[in-house]
């Protein structure tokens, strides 16, 4: 980059250039989500004999919008043997700053120890095992991890703690959790833990309402996780993070589904927190020569309203 220094003398406009470093071209965060997978395609898609792996249109938004980029992390199945060969988990890791879990499928009941109550919830243990490895390797490279609805119990798996597999069948005193018919229109409010980090995030208030779209929840507390935010109504657990040498939280409700909804939480706090950790653990391996990529990572963007 150049300055010009303009000077006039003896009638005649002259510039004197003087030079400075060249500014680095930073590069926007890396961010992978895991893909949600659907085993058996209705006739109607077109997809005779395949099966599908996607993202949810909202959460991929939510990250971009604060000037990361999100990449959807394709699961490898049985089907896949040559990419299983040739491209590791960890390789896939390494190429990435962060790792935000979907909602979606159940967790499957073996996962976590238990048999399903019902045959309808028995989830999903092939994405468990995907997310799972994925979720692993991303926190053993101390890179940011963070899960929605699905991605949060998720979390709560991987430390080793359980689930209610139905809400109303485990728990008849909570109150509705899901509304089929509402969807992403149900809420209810949560109550952040004093103390909590989240509290941080939000230091004016400690009620806040969420979407609410799920029939499962944390019951044990995984081992190193501590409780930010419990529904208010019935104190089932709302959000979870891990004390460890990661970053690593998982929110219950869908933050994603709150753009320009003025009654509920802002969930700009969130992303930036996360996208601010994602910036920091990236720039510790730009420091220490471990990165590939020149450029130096650039900080998330505070949406403006």
């Known amino acids: 980059m150049t300055v010009a220094a303009i000077s006039t003398r003896?009638?005649?406009?002259?510039?004197?250039?003087?030079?400075?470093?060249?500014?680095?071209?930073?590069?926007?965060?890396?961010?992978?989500?895991?893909?949600?997978?659907?085993?058996e395609v209705p006739p109607e898609l077109g997809f005779r004999n395949k099966s599908l792996q996607y993202i949810e249109a909202s959460l991929a938004h939510w990250i971009m919008a604060h000037g990361a980029v999100a990449f959807m992390v394709p699961a490898v199945t049985h089907d896949?043997?040559?990419?299983?060969?040739?491209?590791?988990?960890?390789?896939v890791v390494q190429e990435l700053d962060a790792l935000v879990l979907q909602g979606g499928?159940?967790?499957?009941?073996?996962?976590?120890?238990?048999?399903?109550?019902?045959?309808?919830?028995?989830?999903?243990?092939?994405r468990d095992r995907y997310e799972l490895a994925l979720l692993r390797c991303f926190l053993a490279q101390k890179k940011p991890v963070l899960g929605?609805?699905?991605?949060?119990?998720?979390?709560?798996v991987a430390f080793g703690g359980t689930l209610y597999q139905d809400?109303?069948?485990?728990?008849?005193?909570?109150?509705e959790h899901i509304d089929v018919d509402l969807y992403d229109q149900f809420e209810h409010d949560v109550t952040f833990i004093q103390g909590s980090q989240l509290i941080d995030l939000y230091p004016k208030a400690t009620q806040l309402r969420v979407t609410s779209i799920h029939h499962q929840a944390v019951a044990d507390v995984g081992k190193g996780l501590v409780v930010e935010a419990v529904s208010s109504l019935d104190g089932l657990v709302e959000a979870i993070r891990w004390t460890g040498d990661a970053y690593a939280r998982g929110l219950q409700w869908h933050p994603e589904f709150h753009q320009g909804r003025h009654a509920l939480i802002d969930s700009s706090p969130i992303m930036l927190d996360f996208l601010e950790a994602s910036r920091a653990e990236a720039m510790r391996r730009f420091d220490a020569g471990q990165e590939f990529d020149p450029r130096p990572p650039r900080a998330g963007l505070r949406l403006t309203t």
């Open 167 to 175: 809400i109303a069948t485990q728990c008849p005193a909570a109150h």
């Open 105 to 126: 499928a159940d967790v499957a009941p073996e996962t976590y120890g238990q048999e399903p109550l019902r045959d309808e919830w028995r989830g999903d243990v092939v």
């Open 80 to 91: 896949s043997p040559h990419a299983a060969r040739h491209l590791k988990v960890e390789h």
């Open 148 to 156: 929605v609805c699905r991605g949060a119990q998720l979390l709560n």
């Open 10 to 39: 003896g009638g005649h406009v002259t510039a004197a250039r003087k030079s400075s470093s060249r500014v680095k071209q930073e590069r926007p965060l890396r961010i992978g989500m895991s893909a949600r997978l659907m085993h």
